[in-house]
């Protein structure tokens, strides 16, 4: 079972920043393109963010454009989520995904293992 390992979540204040990383093993950092979404209480799970393996591509969803950036450090096996411009509606538990030819990025199905969370509270 793959393990991925989120780290940076905290409490900010509206407006400010955080940046979320995930450790992931060398075995499936190479190959997977690799995911970030959130989960509020009371809602779904929703995709933030994705960046591909192979072409670095990155895609977000509508609601963070703008604010979050994604990237990744080969050499570390890492994925990050910067978060600046913050808002109380940010407030979730964010989880690192790792998917393998997905279908489709912002579908959840489609990722084969993910991480155990990290909570991000943003204050008004």
């Known amino acids: 079972q793959e393990q991925l390992v989120e780290s940076g979540g905290g409490l900010v204040q509206a407006g400010g920043s955080l940046r979320l990383s995930c450790g992931v093993s060398e075995r499936t950092f190479s190959s997977y393109d690799m995911g970030w979404f959130r989960q509020a209480p009371g809602k779904e799970r929703e995709f933030v963010a994705v960046i591909t393996w192979s072409t670095l591509k990155a895609y977000y969803s509508d609601s963070v454009e703008g604010r979050f950036t994604i990237s990744r450090d080969n050499a570390k096996n890492t994925v990050y989520l910067g978060m600046s411009s913050l808002k109380p509606e940010d407030t979730a538990v964010y989880y690192c995904?790792?998917?393998?030819?997905?279908?489709?990025?912002?579908?959840?199905?489609?990722?084969?293992?993910w991480g155990q969370g990290t909570q991000v509270t943003v204050s008004s």
């Open positions: 995904a790792a998917a393998k030819d997905p279908l489709w990025y912002s579908d959840y199905a489609s990722y084969d293992y």
